[in-house]
C-alpha cells in the first residue's frame, strides 16, 4: 500500500520557518525522484522543490531559491522541506509527490498539509 505522509504545516509570522516533512512507503523510494508542490486558493499547483533519487540532484522555483532546502534520508524513507524567511505568498497547500518514469511508471501524491504565512 502505497502512502505519502506530511507533517509539519501550520501558522508562521513572515520572516519565520518551518520544516515539512513526508515519510514514504509502499514503493522503492531510493529509486524515487521526490518533490514538493504547492497549491494557492485560485491558482494551479506549482513545484517548489525537488530532489533526484537517492539525492543526486536538487531544483527549486525561482520564487524559493535561497530560502526553502529540500533533503532526503533514504534510512527513513523521509524527504523533508526546511521553509526560511517566509513570505505571506508562500501560503498554500504543500503535497508531496514520488514519481518514477522506468522501468515502472508511478506518480503519487500526499494529501497535503496547510502552510499559512500571516501576522
Known amino acids: 500500500q502505497v502512502q505519502l505522509v506530511e507533517s509539519g504545516g501550520g501558522l508562521v509570522q513572515p520572516g519565520g520557518s518551518l520544516r515539512l516533512s513526508c515519510t514514504a512507503s509502499?514503493?522503492?523510494?531510493?529509486?524515487?525522484?521526490m518533490s514538493w508542490y504547492r497549491q494557492a486558493p485560485g491558482k494551479e499547483r506549482e513545484l517548489v522543490a525537488l530532489i533526484g533519487s537517492a539525492g543526486s540532484s536538487r531544483n527549486y522555483s525561482d520564487s524559493v531559491k535561497g530560502r526553502f532546502t529540500i533533503s532526503i534520508d533514504n534510512a527513513k524513507n523521509t524527504v523533508a522541506l526546511q521553509m526560511d524567511s517566509l513570505k505571506p505568498e508562500d501560503t498554500a497547500v504543500y503535497y508531496c509527490?514520488?514519481?518514477?518514469?522506468?522501468?515502472?511508471?508511478?506518480?503519487?501524491w500526499g494529501q497535503g498539509t496547510q502552510v499559512t504565512v500571516s501576522s
Open positions: 509502499g514503493f522503492p523510494f531510493s529509486a524515487s525522484v
Open positions: 509527490n514520488a514519481r518514477r518514469r522506468s522501468p515502472t511508471f508511478y506518480d503519487y
